[in-house]
């Protein structure tokens, strides 16, 4: 009996280091990822209250918080921040339905690489931004332009970074599976593109972040919803604390999306973390 209490006990002391271990570890990760952001709030904070910047042009953090509080109470924000998301996630999803699958097709088949590689990089060095006129003259003003350009943007990031996945899979990879008497599609679809996935997610979280500050400086074009036109209508109107507020729920938005982006790339890619270890 006193045996098996001090296993019990030995063995609830190592959970209890353990479990001590594991929470000092994530203590000091968080305070790792966030120590650069709090300071730079408190800067935010301390440096219009003391004069260093113009408090009018550059309000403390506390009141730019109330008034984002304030216009997401009133359901004002909330409308603005549907209205992009909608937009962005419109072309985000249309571009990954197109550019993968064409990845795919350029990094794996030479015929196809051969035909669309000198059409792709005429285009790829064409900023987004400087065609958006050609978009609106074609498209209008309402929300077709505005997905469409938020596609354009999203386009090149997934493809180039395809095209890279599918081409820098390991040969020893493909000369294993060829050796086991993998046909050709086979081969494309049990190594090829389970080994392009982490390049692949790469330009996926490119092109997030595309689709949100794409859309932004769309929005300030003849729209009359979203966060970039609720960013332009605050400066002209010098509600310069709403301005704040608009620029903060886009950074918030980009956090978030870069967040869920990660979290699905490691879901997908455990393979990877695996062989690591």
Same mark, same amino acid.
């Given at each position: 009996?006193?045996?098996?209490?001090?296993?019990?006990?030995?063995?609830?002391?190592?959970?209890?280091?353990?479990?001590?271990?594991?929470?000092?570890?994530?203590?000091?990760?968080?305070?790792?990822?966030?120590?650069?952001?709090?300071?730079?709030?408190?800067?935010?904070?301390?440096?219009?209250?003391?004069?260093?910047?113009?408090?009018?042009?550059?309000?403390?953090?506390?009141?730019?918080?109330?008034?984002?509080?304030?216009?997401?109470?009133?359901?004002?924000?909330?409308?603005? /921040? $549907?209205?992009?998301?909608? *937009?962005?996630? @419109?072309?985000? =999803?249309?571009?990954? !339905? %197109?550019?993968?699958?064409?990845?795919?097709?350029?990094?794996?088949?030479?015929?196809?690489?051969?035909?669309?590689?000198?059409?792709?990089?005429?285009?790829?060095?064409?900023?987004?931004?400087?065609?958006?006129?050609?978009?609106?003259?074609?498209?209008?003003?309402?929300?077709?332009?505005?997905?469409?350009?938020?596609?354009?943007?999203?386009?090149?990031?997934?493809?180039?970074?395809?095209?890279?996945?599918?081409?820098?899979?390991?040969?020893?990879?493909?000369?294993?599976?060829?050796?086991?008497?993998?046909?050709?599609?086979?081969?494309?679809?049990?190594?090829?593109?389970?080994?392009?996935?982490? /390049? $692949?997610?790469?330009?996926? *979280?490119?092109? @997030?972040?595309? =689709?949100?500050?794409? !859309? %932004?400086?769309?929005?300030?074009?003849?729209?009359?919803?979203?966060?970039?036109?609720?960013?332009?209508?605050?400066?002209?109107?010098?509600?310069?604390?709403?301005?704040?507020?608009?620029?903060?729920?886009?950074?918030?938005?980009?956090?978030?999306?870069?967040?869920?982006?990660?979290?699905?790339?490691?879901?997908?890619?455990?393979?990877?973390?695996?062989?690591?270890?």
């Amino acid at each position: 009996m006193a045996r098996g209490s001090t296993g019990e006990l030995v063995l609830h002391e190592k959970k209890g280091l353990n479990a001590a271990g594991w929470s000092f570890a994530a203590l000091r990760k968080l305070f790792k990822n966030s120590i650069v952001i709090v300071v730079l709030m408190v800067i935010w904070e301390v440096a219009p209250r003391a004069g260093v910047v113009n408090i009018t042009f550059f309000p403390p953090l506390t009141e730019v918080l109330r008034t984002w509080w304030q216009l997401l109470l009133s359901g004002d924000l909330m409308d603005h /921040t $549907i209205a992009s998301l909608s *937009r962005s996630l @419109g072309g985000f =999803a249309l571009a990954i !339905l %197109v550019s993968i699958p064409l990845g795919l097709a350029i990094g794996w088949w030479k015929p196809v690489s051969e035909y669309l590689n000198p059409f792709l990089e005429l285009m790829r060095n064409t900023a987004a931004l400087a065609i958006l006129p050609v978009f609106i003259l074609l498209l209008g003003l309402g929300e077709t332009s505005k997905v469409a350009i938020v596609f354009y943007a999203c386009a090149f990031p997934l493809l180039l970074n395809t095209i890279s996945g599918v081409k820098n899979v390991d040969p020893l990879l493909i000369k294993s599976a060829r050796s086991m008497g993998l046909n050709a599609i086979s081969l494309f679809r049990k190594v090829i593109v389970p080994a392009s996935i982490p /390049t $692949i997610f790469v330009g996926i *979280r490119q092109a @997030g972040a595309s =689709a949100i500050l794409v !859309l %932004v400086a769309a929005e300030m074009v003849g729209a009359t919803s979203g966060l970039g036109y609720l960013i332009q209508y605050a400066q002209f109107s010098f509600l310069i604390t709403e301005m704040y507020a608009g620029i903060i729920t886009i950074s918030v938005i980009g956090l978030i999306v870069n967040f869920l982006l990660v979290s699905l790339e490691k879901r997908l890619t455990g393979w990877k973390q695996s062989a690591r270890e």
